[in-house]
């Protein structure tokens, strides 16, 4: 679905004037997104990009702004402060709610994602929130330029290079970002909220996700972006995150706000809701007990897009999860120093009768190998105790013995 791009400009909450850019998909688009772009960044910026033409592609509208005085838009950057972020993403709201549809989504980059938590609560129309890469707390952007501090605080401001442009950062940004703090707007989001952050950032640590992750009441979601650098400078990274915002976003599109309160997100705790998403041939969106929310799918190579692990992969995840539990509360029960357990499981598919101890003697049968690692100051009785508490575990149980499955088709 091929996409095209416009110029807007609009307003800002200094009286400047802001440049922004709407970008549509080929068709009425399904619903809006608004991007916030990270610290001295702009609305242009790879990541921006990139992911703007995966969103609209899958027929969602993106609107992304530079704040005032950074990139095309009017205004002293020194001047600017989160507050006045803050302030731009309400003026870029009701620009959209006036001239197009209010945003049901927020997505932030970075400084971008924390400013998108404290302003979700002035976009009633929104019923979903996406973080990338983002911090827990505005103060965490002082970390760029730690060395001037000094300066700043001794002059009341200092040129700072960022991204190896220069930047005058004044005292009142400081004093500004330190006066705001995101827990209570994570705590009171009321929406849904999706972060993702990659566990080898070097410029915001992968604790700030789990920060915000704690903060947040559910539905919310967490996704690792591996390998991927702050800025998704790969185009692979800004692609997978476009697939599975889309794919994410999918059941929240009919919705509204009070539909987060029913149907899924009500659902009883051991309940598990699996949909497609109608945003690749296999991927499934799928919702564990109303308070948790991961993707299956199917590599490429098949036809997928491998925005989540296979229906095998997350067999084995279960049977996995299940042992390293069962050997924790065995440890724990007996006293026993377990430090830490790891299973690594694997599954194929062999002859019959290439398994001598199998009950079945033609064809093929599944196979699920399992290799066990314990760690502790244990002797080796107890280490041989606790490996085989493993194979005891309720869902090792359920594989090896007589499962029904009842199936009906709802009306």
């Not at 608004?34 to 993106?62: E, M, N, Q, Y």
């Not at 042992?323 to 019959?352: C, F, G, N, Q």
């Amino acid at each position: 679905m091929a996409n095209n791009s416009r110029k807007v400009t609009f307003m800002g909450s200094q009286g400047e004037e802001l440049a922004a850019r709407l970008d549509l998909p080929a068709g009425p688009p399904k619903a809006y997104a608004l991007w916030a772009h990270c610290f001295s960044c702009t609305k242009d910026i790879f990541a921006a990009a990139r992911v703007a033409d995966g969103l609209t592609r899958h027929g969602i509208a993106v609107f992304r702004f530079d704040f005032t005085g950074l990139g095309a838009s009017d205004g002293d950057f020194a001047n600017t402060n989160f507050s006045s972020n803050i302030g731009d993403l309400v003026a870029a709201t009701d620009y959209m709610r006036e001239h197009l549809e209010a945003p049901k989504f927020l997505i932030g980059h970075s400084l971008g994602g924390a400013a998108v938590l404290a302003v979700a609560a002035q976009v009633p129309e929104a019923v979903a929130v996406c973080t990338i890469g983002a911090p827990a707390d505005p103060a965490h952007v002082a970390e760029n330029f730690t060395e001037h501090r000094a300066e700043i605080e001794a002059r009341g401001e200092a040129e700072v290079l960022l991204a190896g442009r220069p930047f005058r950062i004044q005292k009142q940004f400081l004093d500004d970002i330190e006066s705001h703090t995101l827990e209570d707007h994570i705590r009171s989001l009321k929406k849904a909220l999706l972060i993702f952050h990659s566990p080898v950032d070097n410029t915001v640590g992968i604790d700030n996700a789990a920060r915000i992750f704690k903060a947040a009441k559910h539905p919310k979601s967490f996704v690792s972006l591996d390998d991927a650098d702050h800025l998704l400078s790969r185009k692979a990274d800004a692609v997978y995150v476009a697939n599975v915002i889309v794919a994410w976003a999918d059941r929240f599109l009919e919705a509204g706000e009070a539909g987060l309160q029913t149907g899924d997100a009500m659902t009883e705790p051991g309940t598990v809701v699996v949909r497609e998403t109608e945003t690749g041939k296999f991927t499934s969106s799928v919702s564990i007990g109303g308070r948790h929310t991961i993707f299956a799918d199917e590599p490429v190579s098949i036809g997928g897009d491998d925005l989540g692990p296979t229906p095998y992969e997350l067999l084995l995840s279960a049977l996995g999860a299940c042992k390293t539990m069962t050997m924790r509360l065995y440890a724990e029960r007996k006293s026993i120093a377990l430090e830490r357990a790891s299973v690594t499981l694997r599954h194929d598919r062999i002859h019959a009768d290439d398994c001598a101890e199998c009950e079945t003697e033609n064809g093929m049968i599944d196979r699920i190998q399992t290799e066990i690692e314990i760690i502790g100051n244990m002797d080796d009785e107890q280490r041989r105790r606790v490996a085989a508490i493993a194979e005891r575990c309720p869902v090792h149980r359920s594989l090896t013995s007589e499962v029904k499955i009842e199936s009906t088709l709802r009306e």
